[in-house]
């Protein structure tokens, strides 16, 4: 595919991990739903308003949920990816009003594809919008971490084993970075606030449910009945069969 300027395609990508690559570096943006992509060296989890690059010539794959919508903006190969070095890392996250404005446009330009006019002047706005985001993501220095937004993260995934190494993703971070900077912020290691998470949902699901506790071991993401039972007891002070007992 020979690429001389900026294009844009609103796409929907296979809930299958699909591999390739393309001797032209692309921008992808979340719109709708979540997805992933990875590298050889590096993954990326994007959720609506959330980017990253992909450079020219890299083996990647992506897959995302039922109904995701990313805008994919392919970029011609001698560009140097709208001074997207600056971001270093290779990933970036909106600011709430750009991000509405990208996605109306990207709906406007789905339902414009036959009109050659106003589909171009749509990517020219496009164009003008996500360069002016990298610049401005570029100049920021990251002093909060957006708690929301790894607490969906963490929400989403809590049946399975999350690392740290997901979670700075998800900030668009270093690990050592947002390792630092969560700790800072939080008072507790990442892994330690999953735990939290994973415990104050069997709480829930314990009194509003009445599950086995097997079962609500393994909805929170514990590897067996008897991990779940001793991080309850170090957290609570009593097991989750006496917490149980009392509650009914």
């Given at each position: 595919m020979e690429v001389k300027?900026?294009?844009?395609?609103?796409?929907?990508?296979?809930?299958?991990?699909?591999?390739?690559?393309?001797?032209y570096p692309q921008i992808i943006i979340g719109l709708t739903g979540q997805s992933e992509l990875a590298t050889d060296d590096s993954s990326f989890c994007l959720s609506s308003g959330m980017g990253c690059l992909i450079d020219a010539n890299v083996e990647h794959s992506f897959c995302g949920t039922p109904n995701n919508?990313?805008?994919?903006?392919?970029?011609?190969?001698?560009?140097?990816?709208?001074?997207?070095?600056?971001?270093?890392?290779?990933?970036?996250?909106?600011?709430?009003r750009t991000h509405q404005l990208i996605s109306l446009l990207a709906t406007e330009?789905?339902?414009?594809?036959?009109?050659?006019?106003?589909?171009?002047?749509?990517s020219n706005t496009l164009q003008c919008l996500i360069k002016r985001s990298l610049m401005h993501f570029g100049e920021k220095r990251v002093e909060r971490l957006n708690m929301a937004l790894i607490d969906s993260y963490i929400d989403?995934?809590?049946?399975?084993?999350?690392?740290?190494?997901?979670?700075?993703?998800?900030?668009?971070?270093?690990?050592?970075?947002?390792?630092?900077?969560?700790?800072?912020?939080?008072?507790?290691?990442?892994?330690?606030?999953?735990?939290?998470?994973?415990?104050?949902?069997?709480?829930?699901?314990?009194?509003?449910?009445?599950?086995?506790?097997?079962?609500?071991?393994?909805?929170?993401?514990?590897s067996s009945q008897s991990s779940f039972s001793q991080a309850f007891r170090r957290l609570y002070g009593t097991s989750p069969t006496r917490y149980q007992f009392f509650i009914q």
């Open positions: 300027t900026p294009t844009f395609n609103v796409e929907t990508l296979d809930e299958s991990k699909i591999y390739h690559h393309h001797d919508q990313v805008l994919v903006m392919n970029l011609p190969p001698f560009v140097s990816t709208l001074d997207v070095d600056m971001l270093g890392r290779g990933h970036f996250s909106l600011d709430a330009l789905k339902e414009s594809a036959n009109d050659g006019v106003l589909s171009q002047a749509i989403q995934h809590i049946q399975k084993k999350i690392s740290v190494a997901e979670l700075s993703s998800v900030a668009f971070l270093a690990q050592s970075q947002f390792y630092a900077l969560f700790k800072a912020q939080m008072g507790i290691t990442p892994h330690q606030y999953v735990l939290r998470k994973r415990l104050e949902l069997a709480k829930q699901l314990i009194a509003e449910h009445q599950k086995p506790l097997s079962e609500v071991a393994q909805l929170c993401g514990f």
